[in-house]
């Protein structure tokens, strides 16, 4: 494989784990900072390391629009374009393509779409997602696949996932394998288990470096979504490592850490950061409450963070009642830091086998 | 004096300074970011304070407003509310009430407006902006003033300046010394020698520990600006600190700084970066230019700030056109590093006595 990964511990399903990509080692399990427009919103690349964060996610449908992936190749490639020197796993566009883009026609040989941002028409192949992620110098690449909308019949789910493994065969063939480089497929099948088990029997048949369960935290809630992982058991490969797409809470990457995954990504650091939304060891708290605005406690006793060592709620709330940039800013650092440090604890708590007794707020 | 100021070296009119505060040493010529609702915007005080700014600004009229002075006294003053130890220099709200509030009436005792936020009444006073500023906390406090409307015929800037220096006598009475701490008064006065002059005079009959030139950078041109700093020639005592409000462009202060100017302040280097403007040594450049989609560079060879050391202006470019909230984050940071610099090329030139050799792009 061209992705090493050793699983150096378990705890039940749980693994802790190395994946050693070209640009560095990714301590498993891990959450990904989602890095949308080659830009971790409102974070610089320092802070996003400061957090304790080991790789970063790029979008594909993003950056072939803007600035456009032969950009970035002449420009030295996404790691010196954005200036992260780490490891950079970038998702295939699909999943964008289905919840951003206008007048989408799937076919078997791709999506054809224009862009949510200027209308251009784009055509997108299997093979052509790929070879944007080589352009983009991506250490993760992953394969076109249909997200499956939710909820879908039985019968909409088996179409779309077949056609899903059929780009993911074509995907691989057209991958280029280079050491520290890998490709990983994703599972799909929405919530039906026969289907699932499907979809993951004919991506280990096409091998890959890593396998990814897609097509969750759709709408269809947490239990659905263990129900899921619970239902793949045995079917991905344990030396490879297993990546959730799009998740999640931090109690749902407790759980599915509990159900053998190894890797996440999620906007919802950021996102809840410019909304106001704090995560903290006792739960999430709204800065915009008027019950912060004279509270000289930091967001998170619990936490070192630059955010906590500096600032009260007071503050933050200010801040986001006044429409201070400031605010988004301060909060999306907190909330990055809070998710880097929930996995450093995941990983010990496997590394000494407690994962029974770990607990988020 | 409250604040004890030394002139270390001069050059022509320049000079070399430093302010004792009870946060700090400010070696003058000195810049102050703007730190209008206790955040310079887009920064953490950890940039700020790598950019080299010795001494921010804080907002009188914006605070008592939001989230109110009391509260702010309460949370443990202004340095702690927004976690900056170092100098903090308050305005005394009467521009602000002059361009954001509604509904002013200006009489002898004060101004009574309607708030720009929320529509609430309020009456600041002279004695009462010094006491909001002493609720701040603030290391230099500034008198409540009247700013002359530009343009505004000598009549009306006699009228308006002649109340001004009323309200700087009872200020100045409103104002409790305390070791570290002083109060500077403000020269009105328009674009007329006449007035600039006797309102020096009356400010210096009074006696304060500094000397802000005020009303000016309002639309006159750097022409007439100057004007009025060449007209004050000797009126400002030359043992104390002088501090031209509000000014400016990279230009405007080399030419104040010639003309014996000691402090600034400005909303430019922030308010630039969030529209794409960058300060560099070999001019200004509008990052939203399609010319700096494939460059390479960063803003400025010569600058030795973070945006500079990891960035590329087609990274900027990028950020700008996708309206990435790093954008204006990186490009404020480099422009508030660009304008610190500029101060401290300034001091080192007027130390050396080669200020007249001195040149901005």
């Known amino acids: 494989m061209s992705l090493a990964f050793t699983v150096e511990a378990s705890d039940g399903a749980a693994r802790l784990g190395r994946l050693e990509t070209a640009h560095g080692t990714v301590k498993t399990p891990a959450f990904m900072p989602v890095g949308t427009q080659a830009a971790v919103k409102g974070l610089t690349v320092d802070t996003v390391r400061a957090s304790g964060a080991q790789v970063v996610l790029g979008n594909t449908y993003h950056l ?54 200027d209308g251009t028409r784009h055509h997108l192949t299997p093979a052509g997602a790929v070879e944007i992620q080589h352009a983009l110098g991506s250490d993760v690449t992953m394969v076109l696949d249909e997200c499956t909308p939710y909820p879908a019949s039985e019968a909409e789910a088996a179409a779309s996932m077949r056609r899903s493994m059929r780009w993911a065969a074509l995907s691989k063939a057209a991958f280029v394998p280079r050491p520290g480089h890998g490709i990983f497929g994703i599972v799909q099948g929405g919530v039906f288990p026969g289907l699932r088990a499907e979809s993951a029997a004919a991506l280990v048949e096409i091998g ?24 793949l058991g045995g079917a991905l490969p344990a030396e490879r490592p297993r990546y959730l797409m799009g998740v999640g809470t931090p109690d749902d990457i407790v759980e599915a850490v509990r159900r053998g995954i190894d890797l996440f990504d999620c906007v919802l650091p950021t996102r809840s950061g410019r909304t106001a939304r704090a995560y903290t060891s006792a739960g999430t708290l709204n800065m915009r409450n008027a019950r912060h605005a004279e509270d000289p406690a930091p967001l998170d006793a619990a936490c070192a963070c630059p955010t906590c060592a500096g600032y009260s709620r007071a503050y933050l709330h200010h801040l986001f009642r006044c429409g201070e940039m400031l605010g988004p800013i301060l909060l999306s650092q907190h909330n990055l830091f809070f998710y880097q440090r929930l996995m450093a604890d995941l990983r010990a708590a496997i590394a000494a086998g407690r994962l029974a007794d770990f607990r988020t707020a």
């Open 64 to 117: 072939m629009l803007r600035p456009g992936a032969e950009r970035i190749a002449r420009l030295g490639g996404l790691h010196r374009f954005m200036n992260w020197p780490g490891p950079i796993l970038t998702d295939s566009g699909g999943f964008q393509v289905m919840s951003l883009a206008r007048l989408r026609t799937v076919a078997d040989d791709g999506v054809v779409f224009r862009a949510h941002t």
């Open 208 to 231: 890959f470096d890593g396998y990814a369960v897609g097509g969750l935290a759709v709408g269809e809630g947490q239990a659905r979504m263990l129900a899921v992982l619970d239902g």
